[in-house]
């Protein structure tokens, strides 16, 4: 009964980022400027990790955390350097 019940929260979880991620790619289309889309695409990878994350939890698959933290790391530097290059720019 409890493995029914984590599933059912696993789920939600899954329901509620696909939710997060329709509204964080309608800022990245539409965003009025440069740097809301900047920030909707950081959020973008956020979410895909929660959803790889949330995935490997349901799966029992600890090995989708190292993927997690590779996106993590590229989206941190694409930010760094987006960021920068708009600065310089």
Known sequence: MENWNSNIVLLVTMGILLAAMVLAFVR????PSVHDRIVAFDLLASIIM??????SILVHQALLFDVAIVISLVSFIGTVAISTYLKIK
């Open 28 to 31: 990245l289309i539409r965003g």
């Open 50 to 55: 929660g959803f790889i994350i949330t995935y």
